[in-house]
């Protein structure tokens, strides 16, 4: 893409939305997170194969698997959000990123730089979470 972005640089509503600086700011922001939670991800794995002294008092040795069961439960949310990055890392390559999945409308950018692999706008979110909910509750 080949976009130079400053340091200070963040995305305007009165600018075109998705150009080149926009899709370059959420691209840097989206590798950013992750390194991240790559970074995370390998300490979690150093930890848990150093994990391996066997406590002898029983308390001691729930505790310790409550840690790693933690510890699990957290890679594998960070796994699930490493690939959502690499879904939305794939919209800004195909022209598709920063537009809502259901209505094609443009998500705003105050809800992209919250929650950058964001793919529905906060209306189709919401009617999202409505219908879950009404099926749920039957």
Known sequence: MNVTLSPDYRPLAKEPFMNKKMQEFFRQK?????VELLDESNSTILHLQEGGNVESDLSDRASV??????????????????TKIEEALDRIENGTYGFCMETNEPITLSRLVARP??????????????????????
């Open 30 to 34: 989206l590798l950013d997170w992750k």
């Open 65 to 82: 698997e409550t840690e790693r069961s933690l510890e699990l439960r957290n890679r594998d949310r960070a796994r699930k959000l490493i």
């Open 117 to 138: 692999i964001a793919t529905l706008s906060i209306e189709a979110q919401e009617r999202h979470e409505r219908m879950e909910k009404t099926h749920r509750d039957k």
